[in-house]
């Protein structure tokens, strides 16, 4: 579907959430993603972000905005549902703000969002995607997150930016801080967050160890979570050590439609999984991301949707 400049998208959301539109546009050599939300209570707000087309995964972003589709859109369907206005939510892997950016729009001006982006170039596109929209609570860290604090080895791939991690690989490197969510939150929180998303290119399973403390007190409501197979099998891990966490914890796992052919079964956003059953076969080559919703959360009770 063609869309032009300035034309709005409106894209269904699951479980009331707020009303979602999206655009697109360009500024000279950069591509605009344009993003704006109704919620639940009737107040609107909208955001842009800058993209570098020349960037792999923000090129990759700005060409389905433009074919009018949305990056990860039934994941960003899935959040939206979630978020209501006063949220808190955190963004782990930020990237330039995709995702930080639309919990922010979700949660308002009352709301709360923490957004970690390690890797230089790509934290200074985010600090700017923040400081374009004016937002004041959403505030933007040049940490990577993981089992342990210090400085760090991150691994620049060349070819895709968002690949980019602390598992080694061949080729540039640079040095990052690293933290861990207990001892970030070490003092607590002032609410639970709502939304808590991970995507740390294999690194996942050490930020939830680096997080016990954390959970203990202030699990959040909903987790989602990348399983990129290739890159948790490098990082050590693998889909199963993600679930045993939540499971040990009262969540409830769930795999979330990629649009890559998967096995959802008639659902169109997400479909739960029982313990001991595979999220996908082995020989399943795409990228795609799990939820899992905390018991008493109230979220997303249906077994699918």
Known sequence: MAVRPGQLTKWATPFGGSELSSFYNTIDESGVLGLAVQRPDGTQESACLLVNRSEHTQSVMFELFRSGSLYEPYTTAIAVGALRSGDMAIDVGAHVGYFAVLFRLCAGERGSVLAFEPMPNTYRGLLRNVLGNRFRNLMVLPLALSDTGG?????????NEGESSLVPRDGKSCVVQVSSLDDLFRDGLEQ????LKLDAEGVELKILKGGARFFASHAPDLVICEHNRGALENGGASADDLRHFFTERGYRCGIINNGHGMDMRGATFYRTIEPG???????????????????????YPAPQM
């Not at 400085?151 to 070819?159: M, N, P, V, Y």
């Not at 639970?192 to 939304?195: A, E, L, N, T, Y």
Request: aromatic residues 16%; proline residues 8%.
């Open 192 to 195: 639970r967050p709502r939304v």
């Open 151 to 159: 400085e760090a080895t991150f691994f620049l791939d060349s070819k």
């Open 277 to 299: 059953e595979p999220a996908q076969p082995a020989d399943y080559a795409y990228v795609f991301n799990l939820m899992f919703v905390r018991e008493g959360s109230g979220l």
